[in-house]
């Protein structure tokens, strides 16, 4: 496999490096590709089926089944009820997985936990399940491929920063790199949520700095500096996602200094129907 490369950007008057895992493949990129590497790297017979479940514009469901398709695996994907706009919406995430070949089962409210509890007990020999937002040990080795290719890369810089979700990335990450300190910011939940994701994977290295976002932000909610903050990264050159980039670049900008590598985390796929809904309730 070939490294990905890297892109200067200014902003605000610095300059920072850009590590573009986002340029992998439309749709199975960032830190999913990263996260499914083991996958990736098993023989096409080990498997015939996939299951996951979750959110219904998660890039993880839209990487597995980019995967899935490529392994030619079934992709079996679990969620609570969906709207019936979402089911009918032809963009975004879950349209694409759709398209792509993932077969999608509703779950009831009342049942879902219950039922995803199940998954392991139930599932076959020939069937993988990938836990939601693919946090999972299994993530480890491709975060370690990604931490060889930062020191082959040798780009000067020793401060590397990733948005987290489950922290997945960001954890493996600095335990693979204790000479690099990496910079990352809760965009679901807070820090003590994030912390506590973090320690059901590992213990918290002193290398990984958690920067404590300004303002608390909800999850997949609009704000209008993210907005503002994706146009100006966009404007720079580089074009990232609408959900977590955003707070990751306005933690680093009021709360570092020196030159960073950031590592595009992906998910630029997700932004058509995120700027849909930007335009809605904005326009107004
Ligand atoms: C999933 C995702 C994250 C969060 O990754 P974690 O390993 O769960 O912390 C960050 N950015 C993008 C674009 C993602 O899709």
Excluded at 8 to 13: F, N, V
Excluded at 62 to 73: F, G, P, T
Excluded at 77 to 87: A, G, M, N
Excluded at 97 to 109: F, P, R, S, V
């Amino acid at each position: 496999m070939q490294a990905s490369p890297l892109s200067k950007i200014s902003l605000e008057r610095r300059e920072f490096l850009v590590k573009r895992d986002d340029l992998f493949d439309p749709f199975l990129s960032g830190n999913k590709y990263r996260k499914l590497h083991v996958l990736l790297n098993t023989p096409q017979n080990r498997y015939k089926k996939i299951i996951s479940y979750g959110g219904t514009q998660s890039n993880a469901m839209l990487a597995i089944a980019a995967m899935c398709k490529q392994k030619k695996w079934k992709f079996v994907y679990y969620t609570k009820p969906v709207s019936s706009v979402q089911k009918e919406q032809t963009f975004g995430n879950f349209h694409q997985a759709k398209l792509l070949g993932m077969e999608h089962i509703e779950l009831d409210t009342t049942l879902y936990k219950d039922y995803i509890a199940s998954l392991d007990v139930i599932k076959e020999e020939d069937t993988y399940i990938i836990d939601q937002g693919g946090a999972d040990e299994s993530a480890r080795q491709g975060l370690e491929v990604l931490a060889q290719e930062i020191l082959a890369q040798d780009c000067g810089v020793t401060s590397l920063a990733t948005p987290s979700g489950t922290g997945t990335t960001a954890l493996f990450l600095a335990l693979a790199l204790p000479e690099y300190k990496v910079y990352t910011t809760p965009c679901i939940g807070d820090v003590a949520y994030l912390k506590e994701q973090m320690l059901s994977l590992a213990n918290i290295p002193s290398n990984l700095i958690i920067l404590e976002p300004t303002k608390k932000y909800h999850f997949a909610k609009l704000y209008p500096e993210f907005l503002a903050m994706y146009q100006k990264t966009k404007t720079a050159g580089v074009e990232f996602d609408l959900l977590y980039a955003p707070a990751m670049w306005l933690a680093l900008l009021a709360q570092t200094e020196e030159k960073i590598l950031y590592i595009h985390s992906g998910g630029v796929s997700g932004n058509e129907s995120m700027l849909a809904r930007y335009s809605q309730k904005f326009s107004r």
